[in-house]
């Protein structure tokens, strides 16, 4: 029998990187791996379907999913998760001291629909801050003239406008014409030490575990895609690929847990691991559809809430059958 020679796009993390090495294989797949960003990853993909397998935005996965044209059927491998406290940035200048005062006030965000701000106006929401409580301002980041991935129907109450056709988002909260961003990625005037740009949360590292110890959440923003028409012809795949992508996070978490030498350009690599399974305990990016229900069922409650699924989807719908639960020895 001769494997399948199959597109991999994927982002390029320790926890994916025994695919991308070979290392480990995909049972019954030659894979093309390409390791590539986010957005290109999710534009391409969601706009073309132009990859076999691939990593996927949840937020945008959902989008389809809700309105049943989604090319992609879900596989439960978290390859990205990250607590979005650190995701909103403020005019320091403006008197913003806590999540209420940004009632009001204009709000950038690269894409409504993204997952880390579907994160983030939750935490918002924790606070009291609506969605229809302040005006989203659309656009890119760095570049003029991002447009939503999927096409979306938001409520009526939604207040959003368009950043200007020559103006990116950075700029524009550098010149003080909004007062905040949401953003996945940190504006380049907060990196060029702006002296009049900040966290919402001073210490985010703080937030982010008292966040944890209340709700045990540590949120998932990225899901691994199936196509349709090859789970379909071949409905083994999606349990293979759960079953490598499971296996390369088993060799990345082996690699960082060996101390002769330090595996990432970083200190105290060790003592924020240990901190972290002290937190979280050992298995703290899981992944799997049981492990991570309570993640995906408030995920989807604030999805709906906020208006980009027009229903309240069950996390199984995320998720081929075959992934719902794997053997155990």
């Known amino acids: 029998m001769t494997d399948l020679t199959l597109s991999v ?8 990187r025994a695919l991308a090495t070979g290392a480990v294989g995909i049972d019954g797949v030659d894979p093309v791996v390409m390791m590539l960003s986010p957005e290109e990853i999710f534009f391409r993909a969601f706009r073309h379907a132009e990859f076999d397998i691939c990593e996927l935005s949840l937020s945008s996965f959902a989008v389809k999913v809700a309105d049943g044209t989604c090319p992609y059927v ?26 209420a005062d940004l009632r009001g006030r204009r709000i950038g965000t690269p894409e409504y629909q993204l997952t880390a701000c579907v994160w983030a106006r939750g935490i918002l ?32 109450d939604l207040r959003i406008e368009s950043a200007p056709a020559d103006r990116g988002l950075s700029d524009m909260l550098a010149e003080g014409e909004i007062d905040a961003i949401v953003t996945p990625r940190a504006p ?9 740009v900040g966290w919402l949360f001073p210490d985010p590292v703080a937030a982010a575990k008292d ?35 499971s296996a390369a ?41 049981a492990a991570n229900r309570h993640a995906l069922d408030a995920f989807l409650d604030m999805h709906h809430a906020q208006g980009l699924s ?20």
């Not at 380049?188 to 009049?196: E, L, Q």
């Not at 847990?257 to 979280?280: G, W």
Request: net charge positive; hydrophobic share 40%; aromatic share 10%.
């Open 9 to 16: 796009a994927i982002g390029d993390y320790d926890r994916n």
């Open 74 to 99: 879900g596989v439960p491998a978290f390859v990205s998760r990250a607590f979005r406290h650190t995701s909103i940035y403020i005019r320091t200048d403006r008197g913003i001291k806590s999540p």
């Open 125 to 156: 929401a924790d606070h009291g801050v609506r969605p229809a409580d302040v005006t989203w301002v659309r656009g890119g980041i760095e570049e003029p003239g991002r447009p939503e991935k999927v096409a979306l129907a938001l409520p009526a």
């Open 188 to 196: 380049s005037c907060y990196d060029r030490g702006h002296p009049h």
């Open 211 to 245: 966040y944890y110890a209340r709700t045990r959440i540590f949120p998932i923003m990225h899901l691994v895609g199936v196509r349709k028409e090859l789970a379909a012809e071949h409905p083994w795949l999606p349990a293979a690929v759960l079953k490598a992508f």
């Open 249 to 289: 996070k088993a060799a990345a978490l082996a690699k960082l847990s060996d101390t002769s030498a330090t595996k990432v350009t970083l200190p105290f690599v060790e003592e924020q691991l240990k901190a972290a399974r002290d937190l979280m305990g050992r298995d703290f990016w899981s992944y799997g559809m």
């Open 310 to 329: 027009p229903r309240r989807l069950a996390v199984e719908e995320l998720f081929h059958p075959a992934t719902h639960e794997t053997h155990k020895v």
